[in-house]
């Protein structure tokens, strides 16, 4: 065990020795226990559960529903991340700060809240909602509503990963290509994307977990309509509040199975960009 | 190509960058801005490039060959721009980074792969980094990169080649290299270029004409060896080198120099009553001569290529004299011995007027 | 004379004032088109969907909203929520502090492995968490079976909401600390050993007070997050009104109910506690960058 020297002096080994167990017991107990126990229970009975759950019409319209959902507000939140940071992060105007709070918004609206105000938008109370019905088209209790919560709650994912990134990196090099003829969009698919690739890939990601895995928005607009409405985690929930407990917990291993992926990826870009950090430092020398 | 620019004035906020600033530039030459930072040398070369637009005004105007190119966009006015950070494309190859402005031309005017490899090579050449091709930047040193990038703008074929601070961000040794080979390099491709620096010395060896720049005007425009013997005003005067400051006044064609005074701080308002010698136009005696001030040897560096001998005054006030190795040994020069400093030559800044 | 000068030593001036423009000068093209798309995506997605909020707020009476988002039940689920958030952000600044400070500090097998897991909460969705934190803490799990026996009852009731709030928002005190400790220069420390402070009173007068900034935001964070708190949380409260029942839970059942209105006065009464913390979190950033960078 030794402490690099650039983080000052060495604690005594026993309190070293007394801080990591707590770490690690705290760390097993709060965040390791509860991934494995999915896993533990969607076993308990071998595989069969998993054959059974995925019997389920339902499951399978769940899983369709969740995939079409992500595929939907993942690209859709991601040009806008690219359009807002591009606006916010290359050019200098007033109310920047303002815009970013703005963007912002959506982590600070609960999940609940953030369902609740797309119904009183579209549902049949709402300002659109009379009107859309009438026209036969249903947004709250549809697949629409989905969409648009999910798309709320994912909104600044993307955004906010890349405008730190694209300040960070400023505007010498797009200016040079300007400079030797390159048209706009010349220069943000040869310059700017690949210098924000990995930090782009990021936000997609943590963009895509989210949207796969929300909840409380999407159970205020969906009204969980088994093989229509329900999302996979909606379906985890309904199995469950069914008493159908093993098979929930087979469906929300698959949730988990995804979050862990989602970890690995996440790590390994996190070193990317590190690394990138590290090349782009050692240009500007 | 001739440049010209008009009556340009830049604001950023409440900030003047540029205040009424006109200024030709003949074909073929090379001339350097000089400038502390802030003096907004940097924001005029940005203006020419097309990289910054100036403040609205009806008399402002950019003249590329008598052209006015005000209206035309950066791409348009086919200028090659040298950053001060290089900006290189850090995830493209050297090659890449130099064939960068052939490729992305329009189908139409865009040179054949063969054409572009041949040209490329050529610059490679030029640079002195032939089988650098396939390298990043990251695989290069600072010296290096600061050749690509330059090869880089070269490779669109531009009128006017224009560098921001190009060896500011390189050490000492490398800059000295790089300052020779800039000085070949235009020998040999006779473009017009502009070159913005906060070094002197940088600016004295390299360029043909030297723009001297002091908050956001031009303060002296002239060959190397006019400002540096003949500057303009105090600031030119201390910019361009050591300078003492002495208080006194002229007498029939003579200063005389009744104590040193304090270096203030350059006002353009202050044309002020002091009278300004360089170190190596100081005299230092042990006996009071005709016009000599007292005073007190407080160091003595040896150093260098002269002995550099710094004289206090009662008032606390110091000057920096420069004198020969010989001239010093004759004098046997000791600290906290008194002596009389006297100019062999001297200036006195009043509007157009020098003795 | 081959260069023509021109010198002005009054001030010049120029014919026409320079136009002051919203946002300056920049060779970069894309400016509308990204900030229009932005403003009007921003529009859509985020600000109209909370005027309706706001709108709806804004049709009640003063008696009604009072009457809606005050009455008992839901002031119960208030000092549930808030209760219950406030432990679960203790906790983690407490164990946030200690897992942050081993993370950078020390060096140890499996320390890569841990810092990865810290982002669990966030991977793994929200109900998922739910049914797997109720459980190992029900009268049968793993862990709830034991506190039972010592007679402590910890699904369906407050303490399973600290448990499933605890787990939601420890990365947000460990993911805001870690940089503040990464970022420390060990030399002012180790200015404070050489002129004679022990190890604790380094660690007290010089260490702490500069982590504490980021330990108070991430401590906010956790709150606001843990308010807001809905899906790791239902299965394992039990959602008992007056006892059991969370604000968020309530937002729903009002609104299953067709109790529109009241839904909203809870909705908008969460809000601006989050907003105000979110804001109090802003302020205190600007207010330290301001102090300590001059």
Redesign the interface.
């Known amino acids: 065990m030794s402490v690099e020297n650039k983080h000052g002096i060495q604690d005594p080994l026993w309190v070293q020795w007394t801080l990591i167990t707590i770490t690690i017991g705290f760390v097993a107990i709060f965040l390791a226990l509860p991934v494995a126990i999915i896993f533990a229970e969607a076993l308990k009975d071998g595989l069969k559960t998993y054959a059974i759950a995925l019997k389920d019409p339902a499951a399978w319209s769940a899983i369709h529903l969740t995939l079409l959902v992500t595929a939907i507000s993942v690209p859709v939140n991601t040009v806008f991340g690219l359009a807002a940071s591009w606006a916010i992060a290359k050019f200098e105007f007033k109310g920047k700060s303002l815009l970013l709070t703005l963007i912002d918004i959506p982590f600070a609206v609960s999940p609940v809240i953030s369902g609740f105000i797309y119904v009183l938008l579209f549902g049949l109370q709402g300002w659109f909602g009379q009107t859309l019905s009438d026209w036969g088209f249903k947004v709250i209790f549809a697949v629409p509503g989905i969409v648009l919560v999910t798309i709320f709650v994912t909104f600044p994912f993307v955004a906010r990963e890349l405008i730190p990134l694209m300040q960070e990196q400023g505007n010498d090099e797009e200016q040079a290509a300007i400079s030797l003829g390159a048209k706009g969009w010349q220069t943000f698919f040869y310059v700017t994307l690949p210098n924000i690739r990995w930090g782009l890939l990021y936000g997609v990601i943590l963009c895509n977990a989210r949207a796969m895995g929300e909840f409380g928005a999407v159970s205020v607009v969906s009204g969980s309509i088994r093989g229509k409405t329900a999302t996979l985690p909606l379906h985890v929930e309904v199995l469950y509040n069914g008493f159908n407990v093993p098979a929930a917990f087979a469906m929300a291993s698959l949730l988990a199975l995804v979050g862990l992926l989602t970890l690995a990826l996440k790590t390994y870009l996190e070193w990317k960009v590190k690394q990138q950090r590290r090349e782009l430092a050692l240009v500007n020398e | 190509m001739g440049i010209?620019v008009?009556?340009i004035?830049k604001?950023?906020n409440n900030y003047n960058a540029l205040?009424?600033v006109?200024?030709?530039?003949?074909d073929g030459e090379l001339i350097a801005l000089l400038g502390p930072s802030g003096s907004g040398k940097t924001t005029l070369l940005r203006i020419i490039?097309?990289?910054?637009?100036p403040?609205?005004?009806?008399?402002?105007k950019i003249l590329f060959h008598g052209k006015d190119v005000a209206k035309q966009?950066?791409?348009e006015r086919q200028?090659?721009?040298v950053?001060q950070?290089?900006?290189?494309?850090?995830?493209m190859s050297v090659f890449e980074n130099i064939a960068?402005?052939l490729k992305?031309?329009p189908r139409a005017t865009r040179p054949s792969k063969a054409e572009i490899q041949h040209r490329v090579n050529e610059l490679l050449r030029l640079i002195q980094l032939d089988g650098f091709g396939n390298r990043l930047?990251?695989q290069l040193s600072?010296g290096q990169?600061q050749r690509v990038a330059l090869a880089?703008?070269l490779?669109?074929a531009p009128k006017v080649l224009l560098l921001d601070e190009p060896f500011g961000?390189l050490d000492a040794k490398v800059r000295q290299g790089l300052r020779a080979w800039l000085r070949r390099l235009h020998e040999e491709l006779h473009m017009t270029t502009i070159l913005v620096t906060h070094d002197q010395e940088e600016a004295l060896e390299v360029a043909d004409?030297i723009v001297v720049m002091n908050q956001a005007?031009?303060?002296q425009?002239g060959a190397p060896e006019e400002v540096f013997h003949r500057p303009a005003n105090e600031f030119v005067m201390d910019f361009l080198g050591h300078v003492n400051v002495f208080h006194g006044r002229v007498e029939n064609g003579r200063a005389r120099l009744t104590d040193i005074g304090s270096k203030l701080t350059w006002n353009r308002e202050a044309f002020g009553n002091a009278v300004y010698v360089r170190p190596h136009e100081l005299e230092i005696d042990r006996v009071a001569g005709d016009d000599g001030i007292r005073g007190t040897v407080r160091r003595i560096n040896l150093a260098g290529t002269c002995a550099k001998v710094v004289v206090a005054s009662s008032s606390g006030n110091e000057v920096v004299a420069e004198i020969s190795f010989e001239r010093f040994h004759e004098l046997g020069l000791q600290r906290g011995e008194t002596v009389f400093v006297s100019a062999k030559r001297a200036r006195v800044f009043t509007?157009d007027y020098e003795i | 004379m081959e260069l023509t000068l021109h010198v002005s030593l009054g001030e010049g001036s120029c014919a026409k004032q320079p136009m002051s423009r919203k946002r300056s000068y920049s060779v970069l093209p894309g400016f509308g088109l990204t900030m229009g798309y932005t403003l009007t995506y921003l529009s859509l997605i985020v600000l109209i969907p909370l005027a309706a909020l706001i709108v709806r707020a804004a049709s009640m009476s003063l008696e009604q909203f009072w009457a809606a988002a005050f009455n008992p039940r839901v002031m119960a689920s208030y000092r549930i929520t808030f209760g219950t958030s406030l432990v679960a952000a203790l906790v983690n600044s407490v164990f946030g502090f200690i897992v942050a400070w081993s993370l950078v500090r020390y060096r140890f097998v499996g320390r890569k492995l841990l810092d990865a897991l810290i982002d669990l909460p966030f991977a793994i969705p929200t109900a998922v968490s739910g049914i797997a934190l109720t459980a190992i803490y029900d009268r049968n799990g793993i862990l709830g079976h034991t506190l039972f026996q010592w007679g402590i009852k910890s699904a369906l009731s407050p303490l399973g909401i600290c448990i499933a709030l605890t787990f939601i928002s420890l990365p947000f005190v460990v993911r805001t600390l870690q940089p503040a400790l990464e970022e420390m220069d060990g030399e002012s420390e180790e200015a404070a050993m050489c002129l004679g402070a022990s190890r604790w009173e380094t660690f007290r007068r010089v260490i702490f007070p500069a982590l504490f900034p980021s330990l108070l935001t991430g401590f906010a964070l956790a709150f606001a997050r843990s308010l807001g708190e809905y899906g790791s949380v239902v299965f394992i409260s039990g959602n008992l009104p007056m006892k059991t029942e969370i604000t968020s839970l309530l937002i729903i059942t009002k609104f299953e109910q067709h109790d529109h209105l009241g839904a909203t006065a809870i909705a908008i009464v969460m809000l601006v506690a989050s907003f105000a913390i979110l804001m109090s979190i802003n302020g205190l950033q600007w207010y330290l960058a301001k102090k300590f960078r001059g």
């Open positions: 010209e008009q009556h004035y604001s950023f205040q009424d006109s200024l030709k530039v003949n490039a097309g990289l910054e637009v403040d609205l005004c009806e008399e402002s966009r950066v791409a200028v090659g721009f950053f950070h290089y900006a290189l494309f850090k995830h960068f402005g992305v031309r930047p990251s600072g990169r880089r703008a490779a669109i961000a004409k005007k031009i303060e425009v509007p």
